[in-house]
């Protein structure tokens, strides 16, 4: 795949995350993002918003290429190495894993003083922003984004909340999830998460639960507590939001990466790669009846996943301590 495919600027499908004040009067705002997000940051193009600061964690090989495009731009542009290929046994230790990206954005947002964009001697009235970014903006960086909401004070829960909200697709492979819920322990002595709850768990976890469930001839367990009416313009945001996102993500996808062999790849990867229908003209009767069945699993594991979403959105949210 071309390098330049990844990195065309576009504004589309960032996502604001936290807004905090920055000095007396101003405000910086936490993006959530991917690298071609970050390449129009560096051109100074995401609508709204005067991006300061960028902290990356992509793969090395776009990482470079940012570096390159933002030389001699005034973005202060900060690259980490954070590990997109785990196997679920593996573990993360947030807390000493990502101190240094996490020390970036801390520093980043931190009040900038009266230093202010200016356009033909005018100061702009655009909002101060740092960019956190991998390269699709669905494993890493939210992973970090996470951390750094615990770090500010959040519980884990009201983080996940707070992202989902506005990035329903994200989706952290396990050991990065496991890491923050220990990460949680530490920084505020209890848990806000269960590792069971549908919202905090990986699409591979998922799609276990509802082949287990299925073998067993078991009902899911779908939440059917959620109020329908209470929920309609939920529904309809999720679904903008999600939309929007697959949009996007339909865009960058040129690569086959799944969840096989016990390695977890981008989770935004695996309903269009791990389920494949390239060659479904030559399958026999059998394999496209096994097809249709993992379509059909991938279908509910989604709708665990956004059933569950939207009851974490409804709970009340605790203000940070």
Not at 196 to 222: D, G, N, R, Y
Not at 291 to 309: G, Y
């Amino acid at each position: 795949m071309r390098s330049d495919l990844w990195l065309k600027p576009r504004a589309d499908g960032v996502s604001e995350v936290r807004r905090q004040p920055d000095g007396p009067t101003g405000e910086v705002a936490v993006l959530l993002g991917d690298v071609a997000n970050a390449a129009a940051a560096i051109d100074g193009d995401i609508p709204g918003f005067n991006v300061t600061h960028i902290v990356c964690v992509a793969s090395s090989r776009n990482a470079w290429l940012l570096e390159g495009r933002r030389r001699e731009k005034p973005v202060v542009w900060k690259s980490f190495a954070m590990n997109d290929w785990l196997h679920p046994e593996d573990t993360v230790d947030i807390h000493s894993d990502l101190a240094w990206p996490l020390v970036a954005i801390e520093d980043a947002v931190r009040p900038q003083g009266s230093d202010q964009k200016v356009h033909d001697g005018t100061p702009s009235i655009l909002t101060r922003a740092v960019l956190v970014h991998c390269d699709k903006g669905y494993n890493r960086a939210p992973a970090l984004v996470f951390a750094f909401l615990v770090s500010c004070g959040l519980t884990l829960r009201d983080a996940y909340r707070q992202v989902l909200r506005v990035r329903p697709s994200i989706d952290p492979l396990p050991p990065y999830r496991e890491g923050l819920r220990a990460f949680e322990l530490l920084r505020h002595g209890s848990s806000s998460v269960s590792g069971e709850e549908h919202f905090a768990m990986h699409i591979s976890q998922l799609l276990q639960l509802v082949e287990k469930c299925t073998s067993s001839s078991s009902s899911l367990p779908l939440d059917q507590a959620v109020d329908s009416q209470a929920s309609s313009s939920l529904d309809d945001g999720m679904d903008a939001a999600t939309s929007a996102q697959d949009d996007t993500a339909a865009e960058n996808r040129q690569e086959s990466k799944t969840v096989t062999h016990g390695i977890c790849d981008e989770a935004s990867d695996v309903p269009s790669s791990c389920f494949s229908s390239e060659d479904s003209n030559e399958t026999n009767p059998d394999q496209q009846q096994q097809l249709q069945q993992q379509l059909q699993q991938l279908d509910r594991a989604e709708t665990l996943r956004k059933t569950s979403i939207k009851k974490l959105i409804m709970e009340v949210q605790r203000e940070p301590s």
